[in-house]
């Protein structure tokens, strides 16, 4: 019963890692950030309240496919840490991209992150930060929520034209 088992996991498991693969091959995958930044939202957050912007869309769409799928990760954890731990009832995203850098910043209105947990930062988000080469940091502002930012320098992730 127990290789039985055993067994069943490692055939899912195959089939999940084949699937993630194809999908990272597949070209186009993370094209539209910030549709697929939407439908996360929606899908990730349910019935939360939530607000996205975007603007420099042209700077987004040259980075390498590799870069875009990592950033979406990333933003789908912060959605996932939200979910789980905030009790936030609304949220909003920020997606500022330039020439040089891409700053994101992620907001909810939620009870924020006590200092019990050391610099606040989830082990989650530091990995990924971590695998764009980027900055991240995570504030409780006075008002209340917490507010979670991503800076990635693009010079070393961008095509060049």
Same mark, same amino acid.
């Given at each position: 019963?127990?290789?039985?088992?055993?067994?069943?996991?490692?055939?899912?498991?195959?089939?999940?890692?084949?699937?993630?693969?194809?999908?990272?091959?597949?070209?186009?995958?993370?094209?539209?950030?910030?549709?697929?930044?939407?439908?996360?939202?929606?899908?990730?957050?349910?019935?939360?309240?939530?607000?996205?912007?975007?603007?420099?869309?042209?700077?987004?769409?040259?980075?390498?496919?590799?870069?875009?799928?990592?950033?979406?990760?990333?933003?789908?954890?912060?959605?996932?840490?939200? !979910?789980?731990? !905030?009790?936030?009832?609304?949220?909003?995203?920020?997606?500022?991209?330039?020439?040089?850098?891409?700053?994101?910043?992620?907001?909810?209105?939620?009870?924020?992150?006590?200092?019990?947990?050391?610099?606040?930062?989830?082990? !989650?988000?530091?990995?990924?930060?971590?695998?764009?080469?980027?900055?991240?940091?995570?504030? !409780?502002?006075?008002?209340?929520?917490?507010?979670?930012?991503?800076?990635?320098?693009?010079?070393?992730?961008?095509?060049?034209?």
């Amino acid at each position: 019963m127990l290789h039985q088992r055993i067994r069943a996991v490692t055939e899912r498991t195959g089939t999940a890692m084949r699937h993630c693969t194809a999908m990272q091959e597949a070209s186009g995958l993370y094209a539209g950030l910030r549709a697929d930044m939407e439908r996360a939202a929606v899908r990730i957050m349910a019935q939360l309240e939530h607000d996205i912007s975007v603007e420099g869309e042209e700077f987004l769409e040259q980075l390498k496919p590799r870069t875009r799928v990592d950033l979406f990760l990333f933003y789908k954890e912060c959605l996932v840490n939200i !979910s789980r731990h !905030s009790g936030a009832t609304q949220f909003s995203t920020r997606l500022r991209a330039g020439p040089r850098e891409i700053h994101l910043a992620v907001r909810d209105n939620g009870h924020g992150i006590g200092e019990s947990r050391g610099n606040g930062i989830p082990s !989650s988000l530091k990995r990924r930060a971590r695998l764009l080469g980027a900055r991240v940091a995570v504030e !409780s502002p006075v008002t209340g929520g917490t507010c979670i930012t991503l800076k990635l320098r693009t010079q070393r992730w961008g095509r060049r034209k």
